[in-house]
């Protein structure tokens, strides 16, 4: 069965059972229909914390075209730690059109493994795309009123920072003149869009601790810059109530169920290749207060999205992992020892061994970090036994037990083991305690360079012409402290796509840094990474559609 049918055939409870199990009133939360609600932002705040709840990551090796299935064992995992007595709640992004019309599908887990309802999901869920993408758009469109009409901030025309967003992969986009026509029409300018996702918005929403903070962060946006290079922010447009008006109801964490009934918190969804790649701070920390196990994920591979958790989104909010777990499948590792797609299915445990160097670094990357670490062997049919030693062995020489998974054909049954282990993990590994990577007060070119070479085994950091005068003003005005948020490939330690396995000794090639002040971070933008992608020769799209029942075929 595909997934769309797999989720069809469940029987879903109402999302008012779902909240009891999490011991929410029904005045704690706001249905939007059956099967999803929103908690309310007042119970939240009311909320005491718990101290004892255990915070676990879901990660993985670099990605490929043969594919990983972390969501999915997040989601996995999530049934199992259920399944064995664990009071449980599981933390997703919410997944963005680009992928879904695009070339990667949903976002909502797979086969026996997923959060439902899974077309509302990966659609229009709740409208916290739209209204981020509003309250983006807004402020864009305030900025070109003001200089339209007299421009009393002096903004320079030539230095406007602030993009456009749109939730689609569209790169006929990415450059654009606006304002053609005449006066009546605004200044001619060169802007862009950038896919929702990649908002400093977005980024705000998830990394925000309550309403409050939201609207403070907003108004901290820098837009652009006076002829003189001072910048202008959001708050000097008087532009950031309105946008908080509008991230109102967003800003509060949407509920759904697994089709284990496992409880879910859906919020938020930056890419981890060109933004932080985290669920919300204010979704994470809800669920700490009401599950004792809380699992969540990371975009991507460890060396983008873990770290971005790590080094962003735990030191933001204060939060301590209590493990990772590193998911990882034969075929994938095949690709990165360099086996071809269309051979993957010939066991091959030579280059198996040499793909292993991509689990090997991940692995030691996450421990750098000081939490345990486990690795969880996603088993797809026709995977030779024999290759599950090999991967095993890599994972043990590391320091990492390994575990093999077949949640997506069995539930929480294919999980239970991984549960049990993850336990344990927590319960009886000494750890190092966690900590960072870098301090705040390293000068941000250190904070780039020590991301590059212990995580991606990078020889050293380029920057170009314009970054290293980007790097001069940011330090002008004073952001040092802030974290970087690197923005490259996903599918390679390095800039090079097409460079798997564990290259090292590579240059990150820096072409831009862009200072996200509401945010937090500095956005690095490494090799030819886009923030606004394009479609592929053949977008998902063309196979989506709806059948004589009203319903959606092709949606993955």
């Known amino acids: 069965m595909s997934d769309i049918a797999i989720a069809r055939a469940a029987s879903p409870q109402p999302i008012q059972r779902i909240a009891s199990e999490l011991g929410l009133p029904e005045e704690a939360i706001e249905p939007y229909g059956r099967l999803k609600a929103k908690i309310s932002s007042r119970f939240i705040e009311s909320l005491p914390p718990q101290p004892e709840s255990k915070l676990i990551l879901v990660t993985a090796i670099s990605p490929t075209p043969a594919g990983e299935g972390k969501t999915t ?20 992004r919410e997944p963005s059109l680009g992928p879904c019309f695009g070339m990667k599908g949903g976002a909502a887990g797979g086969g026996h493994a997923q959060v439902i309802p899974m077309e509302d999901i990966n659609l229009h869920f709740t409208g916290d795309f739209h209204a981020i993408t509003s309250a983006h758009n807004l402020l864009a469109a305030m900025v070109d009123n003001h200089v339209h009409w007299g421009n009393e901030l002096e903004i320079d025309p030539r230095r406007i920072v602030w993009r ?28 862009g869009f950038d896919i929702t996702v990649a908002s400093e918005v977005m980024a705000i929403l998830c990394l925000s601790e309550n309403l409050t903070d939201l609207e403070t962060r907003l108004g901290n946006i820098i837009v652009g810059y006076r002829v003189d290079k001072t910048p202008v922010y959001c708050r000097d447009l008087k532009a950031h109530g309105a946008m908080a008006a509008l991230l109102k109801d967003a800003v509060q964490p949407n509920l759904v169920q697994t089709l284990e009934h496992t409880p879910a918190l859906i919020h938020g969804g930056p890419f981890a290749n060109i933004a ?35 080094n962003i989104k735990c030191r933001s909010a204060g939060l301590t992992p209590n493990a990772a777990v590193v998911v990882a499948t034969v075929r994938a590792l095949k690709m990165h020892g360099g086996v071809a797609k269309s051979e993957l299915n010939e066991p091959n445990l030579t280059a198996l061994e040499a793909g292993c160097a991509n689990l090997t670094r991940h692995i030691r990357n996450m421990r750098r970090f000081g939490i345990p670490v486990i690795v969880a062997i996603n088993e797809f049919a026709g995977d030779d036994p024999e290759e599950y030693k090999v991967i095993s062995r890599a994972a043990e020489t590391n320091g990492a037990r390994s575990i093999r998974c077949t949640h997506w054909a069995d539930g929480s049954a294919g999980t239970e083991h ?89 240059t990150l090639d820096v072409r831009e840094l862009r200072l996200a002040a509401g945010a937090g971070f500095v956005v690095a933008l490494a090799g030819t990474i886009m923030t606004m992608p394009g479609l592929p020769r053949r977008p998902a799209a063309e196979r989506i559609s709806i059948n004589e029942m009203g319903e959606i075929d092709g949606l993955s």
Not at 285 to 309: I, N, P, Q, R, S
Not at 442 to 457: D, M, N, R, S
Not at 459 to 483: C, F, H, N
């Open 276 to 310: 932080h790649g985290c669920n919300s701070v204010i979704a994470t920390k809800t669920a700490m207060k009401l599950a004792d196990y809380v699992v969540t994920e990371a975009g991507f591979g460890a060396d983008l999205g873990a770290e971005k958790f790590f």
């Open 73 to 92: 064992t997040t989601v996995g995992l999530g049934d199992g730690l259920r399944r064995i007595g664990k009071k449980t709640a599981i933390c997703l």
């Open 164 to 191: 456009r967003v749109l939730d689609m992969n569209d790169r006929s986009l990415r450059q654009i003149t606006t304002g053609l026509g005449g006066p009546s029409n605004g200044f001619v300018n060169e802007t």
């Open 418 to 506: 991984l549960a049990r282990a993850v336990v344990d993990l927590i319960d009886n590994e000494a750890t190092e305690g966690f900590a960072p990577l870098y301090d705040g007060s390293f000068p941000l070119l250190e904070k780039l360079t020590l991301v590059a070479q212990e995580i991606y085994g990078a020889k050293d950091v380029r920057l170009s012409g314009p970054a290293r005068t980007q790097l001069k003003a940011i330090l002008e005005m004073g952001y040092e402290d802030l974290p970087v948020c690197v923005a490259k490939t996903p599918y390679s330690f390095s800039t090079d796509p097409k460079a798997l396995g564990a290259p090292s000794g590579h």
